[in-house]
């Protein structure tokens, strides 16, 4: 079919490229519903031949206006568009990289720092996913009143569900997880709080012994600055990036998920393991207070003895595990991707 690129959404398509972390995620199931409903919309993304990403962001600056019309609205959907395309709307999940530049690498945060104030005055509009990050953005950016509109984000429930016991067999024979096991998932960055994790993870696994394992699903990226400090039991297994058909039935078989995050935009992993009705730790601060509420167990993150309180409270108590699993099921069925679709689209729209 032809599109006609004059009355067509344009989708910044950088993202294809990337690998799939929560703001990808968000692009994906976004554009899935668009597929479903038949929205049209056309990508704009770098050539093939461009491998790193550094040249990727280059095109995107340079080229990519140049690529679209000058009627045709451009949607930026994971925290970055090109800055000489004004009529844009960039998703801007939050902006820790401005206000925790400590936790990135060097470059990283100039490139950011350079691009993102220019950016932010020119598009037409700004989607974030929670009053949290309006919040912050605002007080980092006051130009931005008025432009920003907050759609929470939603989960793929025809996805993430619990999986039935045969599923977790093969999972846990796959993963080697022979134990009963604790599970968080976030890239390996300083804000996911690693090195609290394990330093709490240390001093409850003396009261378990081998019998109960912490799986730390996720790998580094290039952007952030972090290395691993403390030391790493032999209960403790990094399982790198999983596959994505792979995460539900992770979920199903832990005992509890725990996400002690020091600052998140939004949080989709929290309503990932309550849908696989896994009981949740996350932390009572930034948008996860907000996200939570009363359905998660909530700790202080920068406390590494309330990590650990956290932790043996769930543990050892099966009926209250039960009982967060049951409300947070609930809760988590609440938010829909097509939900989140449809008002992205009717925002797009209000903008062209």
């Known amino acids: 079919m032809q599109i006609d690129q004059d009355n067509c959404l344009a989708i910044n398509g950088h993202f294809l490229k990337q690998p799939v972390t929560g703001v990808q995620r968000y692009a994906h199931e976004i554009i899935r519903v668009f597929d479903h409903e038949q929205i049209p919309y056309r990508y704009v993304e770098p050539p093939e031949s461009l491998e790193s990403d550094s040249l990727r962001q280059l095109w995107m600056q340079g080229v990519m206006p140049f690529k679209t019309s000058k009627n045709e609205l451009l949607w930026s959907p994971t925290n970055i568009g090109p800055v000489l395309k004004e009529k844009q709307v960039i998703t801007l999940h939050d902006i820790a990289d401005q206000l925790y530049p400590e936790w990135f690498n060097d470059r990283y945060v100039q490139w950011r720092s350079l691009i993102l104030p220019s950016l932010l005055r020119r598009v037409k509009g700004i989607i974030t996913v929670s009053q949290y990050s309006k919040q912050t953005i605002l007080e980092q950016f006051p130009y931005t009143e008025g432009k920003i509109n907050v759609i929470y984000n939603g989960v793929r429930l025809?996805?993430?569900?619990?999986?039935?016991?045969?599923?977790?067999?093969?999972?846990?024979?796959?993963?080697?997880?022979?134990?009963?096991?604790?599970?968080?998932?976030?890239?390996?960055?300083?804000?996911?709080?690693?090195?609290?994790?394990?330093?709490?993870?240390?001093?409850?696994?003396?009261?378990?012994?081998?019998?109960?394992?912490?799986?730390?699903?996720?790998?580094?990226?290039?952007?952030?600055?972090?290395?691993?400090?403390?030391?790493?039991?032999?209960?403790?297994?990094?399982?790198?990036?999983?596959?994505?058909?792979?995460?539900?039935?992770?979920?199903?078989?832990?005992?509890?998920?725990?996400?002690?995050?020091?600052?998140?935009?939004?949080?989709?992993?929290?309503?990932?393991?309550?849908?696989?009705?896994?009981?949740?730790?996350?932390?009572?601060?930034?948008?996860?207070?907000?996200?939570?509420?009363?359905?998660?167990?909530?700790?202080?993150?920068?406390?590494?003895?309330?990590?650990?309180?956290?932790?043996?409270?769930?543990?050892?108590?099966?009926?209250?595990?039960?009982?967060?699993?049951?409300?947070?099921?609930?809760?988590?069925?609440?938010?829909?991707?097509?939900?989140?679709?449809?008002?992205?689209?009717?925002?797009?729209?209000?903008?062209?």
Not at 306 to 317: F, P, V, W, Y
């Open 158 to 352: 025809e996805h993430f569900y619990k999986r039935d016991a045969q599923e977790v067999k093969l999972l846990r024979d796959k993963y080697n997880l022979k134990h009963p096991f604790v599970i968080t998932v976030g890239s390996l960055d300083p804000r996911k709080n690693t090195n609290r994790l394990l330093k709490a993870w240390n001093l409850i696994s003396k009261s378990y012994s081998r019998d109960i394992e912490l799986a730390i699903v996720g790998g580094g990226m290039e952007t952030f600055d972090f290395a691993i400090e403390e030391s790493i039991g032999e209960n403790v297994r990094f399982l790198g990036y999983v596959d994505d058909e792979d995460l539900p039935g992770l979920y199903t078989a832990s005992q509890v998920f725990i996400y002690p995050s020091l600052f998140e935009g939004f949080g989709l992993p929290v309503l990932e393991a309550m849908a696989c009705q896994t009981p949740v730790i996350t932390s009572n601060t930034t948008s996860l207070s907000e996200l939570a509420q009363n359905y998660a167990l909530t700790i202080n993150p920068h406390t590494v003895k309330d990590i650990a309180r956290g932790l043996e409270q769930l543990l050892t108590d099966q009926h209250r595990r039960e009982e967060m699993s049951a409300k947070g099921y609930d809760y988590a069925r609440k938010f829909k991707w097509s939900k989140s679709a449809r008002k992205t689209y009717q925002y797009l729209c209000s903008k062209q």
